[in-house]
């Protein structure tokens, strides 16, 4: 059996998949800072990343919500 890995995406919201890749994107922004020995930088980054990543949590959450709330109303 093959599973594709980019199946989720299909069913990841755009707000939710935006999200996720901003997360990575400001990851990898700390990631190289703090090679380079910018240490406040990349903590910077870092909490951009997390933010990104409560975003990315709380809208799949939402969505969730949305998908048993119709469950439960049909």
Not at 9 to 14: D, Y
Not at 20 to 47: C, D, K, P, S, W
Not at 56 to 62: A, G
Request: hydrophobic share 55%; net charge positive; proline share 1%.
């Amino acid at each position: 059996m093959v599973v594709n890995p980019f199946a989720s995406l299909r069913r990841m919201s755009t707000a939710a998949a935006v999200f996720a890749a901003l997360a990575l994107l400001f990851a990898l922004l700390a990631l190289v800072e703090g090679l380079g020995n910018r240490t406040v930088q990349a903590l910077q980054y870092e909490i951009f990343s997390l933010l990104f990543l409560h975003l990315y949590q709380h809208e799949v959450t939402k969505s969730m919500l949305r998908k048993v709330s119709r469950g439960w109303s049909s």
